[in-house]
C-alpha cells in the first residue's frame, strides 16, 4: 500500500511539472516587442498626439478641440 501511494504521488508530480511546462511553453509563443521598437512607437505618438494639458509645446487649442474645456451647455446638476 505504501508503494502504491509512493507511485501515486510522483504521478502527480510529474503531472504538474508537465503541466507547468505547458503553461511555460504557451508564454513562450506570446508575441513580444522589443523595448526599442516600444520606445519608438511611444515618441512617434507623443510627437504626433496633440495635448491639451501641454500648451507650451502645442500652442493654445479650440475649445472645440479640447476634451477638458467647460462644456456650454446649460444644465440643472453639477457634479462636484
Known amino acids: 500500500m505504501n508503494a ?4 501515486n504521488l510522483s504521478e502527480a508530480k510529474l503531472n504538474r511539472l508537465l503541466e507547468y511546462n505547458q503553461r511555460l511553453r504557451e508564454l513562450l509563443d506570446i508575441p513580444r516587442t522589443t523595448v526599442s521598437e516600444a520606445s519608438t512607437r511611444l515618441i512617434d505618438h507623443c510627437k504626433n498626439t496633440r495635448d491639451p ?4 509645446v502645442w500652442g493654445p ?7 477638458f474645456a467647460p462644456t456650454s451647455g446649460s444644465g440643472c446638476c453639477s457634479v462636484m
Open 4 to 7: 502504491r501511494r509512493t507511485q
Open 53 to 56: 494639458m501641454v500648451p507650451s
Open 61 to 67: 487649442i479650440d475649445k472645440k478641440d479640447d476634451p
